[in-house]
């Protein structure tokens, strides 16, 4: 079992991130085998794709590497580095470029989303993201990917990019790479959006409201709860009570996922109440799973030279696990060396 997963360094760690991947990262380190790693790391090359203030890019890599350790990635049973310090992730994507059909980056709905009308005006890169992306994935033989719901459809890419180089390339006895599969937990693959339970909540939403952020304190996530859009009904006593009523459902979703019980748990104890009483216990229970989350992440930010050596440190382990696949695809591509 080889489990491999990315971040991309923009903006802060939100509650979509935490509750749809990083937690199940947390969660499958902490069963990995004796002399097993999982490997994690900050996309900070994806992040280039769109524009980009390269001071922001520091902070936030140095950011999100506190704040996943805070949220419990432990730097010495798993390999956490930044792609721009692993060379073979943008080498092996040039590699799959050759492979990689048009037709199906054209169909990737995040390039479609994230270039919305200006599609000639998009970065070639934000085009090319999931080559990237299948790199990143095929470099360490992964076999594992805990990712949210958002990023199957790349995983799904990975896989078709996989399996085409090693029916071009490979033997059947010995493929270059192995396809991968991604892993979502099963209620919280899909956080949505405060604001519009429509909307995946996201980094790049421009309303601060429209997420809960894991440095977020008491009183900010109180604010941001009780101005979560709803409904007026109360809440149903079954979960197929909250079809068609998207906030509702993303409200006890949430409660659900950070307290790991199932939605009909939820409406068994609060079926038939208001919003007026359940956004209160949901505020509550946010502020007190973050409360140790964001204490230890504004301590770890305090030590610069900690987080460079952890960064440092990963990236060499992912150099030495990365090479044989690299040599392998070199060699089955016919390059002299
Ligand atoms: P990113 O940085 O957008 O998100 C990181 C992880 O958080 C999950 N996620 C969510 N899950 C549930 N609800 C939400 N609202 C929500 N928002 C985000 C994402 O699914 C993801 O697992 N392209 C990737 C980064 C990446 C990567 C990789 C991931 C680069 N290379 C290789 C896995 C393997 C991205 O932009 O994730």
Redesign the pocket.
């Known amino acids: 079992m080889r489990v491999?997963?990315?971040?991309?360094?923009?903006g802060n760690l939100?509650?979509?991130?935490?509750?749809?991947?990083?937690r199940n990262w947390v969660r499958m380190q902490d069963e990995m085998a004796e002399g097993q790693e999982c490997l994690f790391?900050l996309?900070d090359l994806?992040a280039i794709s769109m524009p980009h203030d390269p001071a922001e890019l520091k902070r936030a890599t140095l950011e999100m590497t506190a704040a996943l350790v805070a949220c419990g990635i432990d730097a010495q049973k798993s390999v956490l580095f930044n792609?721009a310090q692993v060379p073979h992730h943008a080498e092996l994507q040039w590699l799959l470029n050759g492979t990689a059909r048009m037709g199906w980056l054209n169909r990737m709905t995040?390039f479609k989303d994230k270039s919305g009308k200006n599609r000639e005006g998009a970065s070639v890169g934000l085009f090319t993201?999931?080559v990237?992306?299948a790199a990143?994935?095929l470099l360490y033989q992964?076999t594992h990917?805990?990712?949210?719901?958002?990023?199957k459809q790349?995983?799904e890419l990975?896989r078709d990019i996989a399996q085409k180089f090693n029916n071009d390339f490979a033997s059947d006895d010995a493929p270059v790479f192995t396809l991968p599969e991604p892993i979502?937990p099963p209620q919280?693959?899909?956080?949505?959006?405060l604001r519009d339970g429509s909307k995946?909540?996201?980094?790049s939403d421009p309303s601060e409201m429209s997420r809960i952020e894991l440095v977020d304190d008491a009183d900010t996530v109180m604010k941001k709860v009780k101005k979560a859009k709803t409904d007026p009904e109360p809440l149903p006593s079954e979960s197929a009570g909250l079809v068609g009523r998207p906030e509702a459902l993303n409200l006890v979703t949430i409660y659900a996922a950070v307290s790991d019980i199932s939605v009909d748990d939820v409406l068994r104890e609060y079926g038939g109440e208001g919003f007026g009483k359940f956004k209160p216990a949901l505020a509550e229970l946010l502020a007190e799973t973050l409360r140790p989350i964001s204490s230890r992440f504004n301590e770890l930010l305090t030590d610069r030279e900690a987080l460079d050596a952890i960064l440092a440190r990963g990236a060499s382990r992912a150099r030495e696990l990365g090479r044989p696949t690299l040599d392998a695809t070199y060699a089955a591509l016919g390059f002299v060396r």
């Open positions: 491999v997963s990315g971040i991309q360094p923009t939100h509650l979509g991130n935490y509750l749809g991947a990083i790391f996309a994806h792609q995040q993201y999931p990237l992306q990143d994935v992964t990917v805990p990712v949210g719901e958002d990023q790349h995983l990975a979502s919280a693959a899909r956080i949505m959006s995946k909540m996201s980094k």
